[in-house]
């Protein structure tokens, strides 16, 4: 008798966005005349800059011809995009890293799915609740947790609460925990880490021989200059930290796929018996299995991302996307709206008014303004009483959005 994984069974819903996905085609469905305008998942909605699309058809074409065809990549990705990362994602802000302790993948939501699979089920993991909802449901779909409580916890995940009190970027736990999930700038809150934070999530994981898993996704979107844009610029994080950058959202790749993982040389985990293992390698074998790489049109065309046009034409969409985040910020907050995020981040966070719940709240804002938005629950038990807007609109549906939620107040 085939039997099946168990674990999958204790997952509570759907994933979070295709849930609301089908609750809008529902009411889509039944309301066919009304135009509704999504915030809601975090889907980038200008095309691609001009330099990635000229890189990706320069490659499609080589791909035609048999002089130029490309087979097989590395599995790990090409030379030439890797060190385009390194130069410009990490020398240019102080941080050394060798060609070999990056891999190049098709998305951070694969690499941090993935990643759990190669540290023993015997860890504990922490995670900042409200959080992006893979880094649980994967630990609980490989049997690292129990079921889920009434509070909406999955039984042996630390969760460490974000709220406004601890500036939703909460300290490290008192207890020793081994795998840590840290996203920063936040999804979904917006909140970002100082040094100093970051610092202190470092020298807890080298006092308790524990790894930060850090996803970087929203990295080009902080405006402050002292906020870290990488882990690497604190002392000592690459013997305890892996990272996670991804082109979605800042290049324009949500449809294109690509982004990197960065699983340092000075990174060890233990064996049961205590014997220290270096991770790297061990990253390597599982992509060299599981994975046969990015495709090269896809690559070169991210490696057209770090060229100067390419470089002006992603800051200008990141620019365009930040002052749709001023947009919903200052309007939400000019209807009486208590909200956070926006400022380092393509995310508000959104206080509901009057303790509504965010899932009664967001059908609320679907039926009455015809907007979508993501309800702070589908996000973790702390999320429970807030709403994210997402900033990737088109600015006249940003705008238009914010006219009819106004006149809601
Ligand atoms: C989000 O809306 O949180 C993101 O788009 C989800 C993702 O990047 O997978």
Redesign the pocket.
């Known amino acids: 008798m085939i039997t099946i994984n168990e674990n999958f069974m204790k997952l509570k819903a759907g994933y979070l966005?295709p849930e609301i996905s089908r609750r809008v085609a529902a009411y889509q469905k039944e309301n066919p005349q009304v135009r509704i305008i999504r915030l809601g998942?975090?889907?980038v909605t200008l095309p691609l800059p001009a330099a990635v699309i000229e890189a990706f058809h320069k490659a499609v074409a080589e791909m035609a011809e048999a002089k130029t065809f490309k087979g097989y990549g590395p599995e790990q990705g090409y030379d030439f995009l890797i060190q385009a990362v390194i130069e410009n994602d990490f020398r240019l802000r102080g941080v050394e890293l060798k060609a070999n302790e990056v891999f190049i993948s098709d998305g951070?939501?694969c690499d941090t799915g993935n990643i759990q699979e190669i540290f023993g089920l015997e860890n504990t993991i922490a995670v900042t609740d409200p959080v992006?909802p893979?880094y649980v449901d994967t630990n609980v779909m490989a049997g690292r947790t129990g079921p889920q409580n009434s509070q909406g916890c999955y039984e042996g995940i630390v969760y460490l609460p974000c709220t406004p009190a601890n500036q939703f970027t909460p300290e490290p736990p008192r207890e020793p925990v081994d795998l840590i999930y840290l996203c920063y700038p936040n999804?979904?809150t917006g909140a970002v880490a100082t040094k100093e934070a970051l610092g202190r999530w470092v020298e807890y994981a080298r006092a308790n021989k524990a790894i930060i898993l850090f996803d970087a996704?929203y990295e080009a979107f902080i405006t402050d200059a002292a906020i870290p844009h990488s882990i690497y610029e604190i002392p000592g994080a690459k013997e305890v930290a892996i990272e996670f950058r991804s082109y979605?959202k800042t290049a324009g790749f949500?449809g294109t796929r690509c982004a990197y993982a960065v699983v340092p040389q000075e990174l060890h985990a233990y064996t049961r018996a205590g014997e220290k293992v270096a991770v790297n390698p061990i990253w390597h074998r599982r992509q060299t299995t599981k994975f046969n790489g990015v495709s090269y049109p896809v690559q070169r065309a991210t490696e057209a991302a770090y060229s100067a046009a390419g470089k002006r034409q992603v800051r200008a969409l990141v620019d365009y996307y930040m002052e749709n985040a001023r947009i919903i910020r200052t309007s939400m907050e000019q209807f009486g709206y208590c909200v956070y995020g926006g400022v380092n981040a393509p995310y508000i966070w959104v206080k509901t008014p009057n303790g509504t719940n965010s899932w009664e709240y967001f059908d609320m804002l679907l039926k009455e303004a015809h907007v979508v938005s993501?309800p702070g629950a589908g996000f973790g038990p702390a999320g429970e009483g807030f709403l994210r807007l997402?900033a990737f609109g088109q600015k006249e549906n940003v705008l238009e959005a914010m006219d009819r939620i106004g006149k809601l107040a």
């Open positions: 966005f998942i975090g889907d951070s939501k992006y893979v999804n979904p996704a979605s949500t993501t997402s």
